[in-house]
């Protein structure tokens, strides 16, 4: 299975990003997807999640302003990423499970996209 990753850049502040997850895999409307980030130092970590039933999960850091959605006619997840800060700059990865849940463990994934990057500016 490979995951293609796409969508990252350079917004300001405030900014809207939708990012894009397209998978070679004809099941792959069975699988959940997970987004996940890692900044520059720090750990990866959980951004959102949504099962192959539409069932979503968010880091409390995003809800509100980041969803989380798939069109399983395009074996495509994106993340819509609004209200941009600064924080939220990382290189994005998005990765698939065939748990019937949105896991928030990275560990839980088996396949992993190549990541894109997007950087906030203040």
């Known amino acids: 299975v490979q995951l293609q990753a796409s969508g990252g850049g350079l917004v300001q502040a405030g900014g809207s990003l939708r990012l894009s997850c397209a998978a070679s895999?004809?099941?792959?409307?069975?699988?959940?997807v997970g987004w996940f980030r890692q900044a520059p130092g720090k750990e990866r970590e959980f951004v959102a999640g949504i099962s192959y039933i539409r069932t979503t999960a968010y880091a409390d850091s995003v809800k509100g302003r980041f969803a989380i959605s798939r069109d399983n006619a395009k074996n495509t997840v994106y993340l819509h990423m609004n209200s941009l800060k600064p924080e939220d700059t990382a290189i994005y990865y998005c990765a698939a499970t065939s748990l019937s849940i949105p896991s928030m463990t990275d560990n839980d994934y088996r396949y992993w996209g190549q990541g894109t990057l997007v950087t906030v500016s203040s």
């Open positions: 895999l004809r099941t792959f409307s069975s699988y959940a």
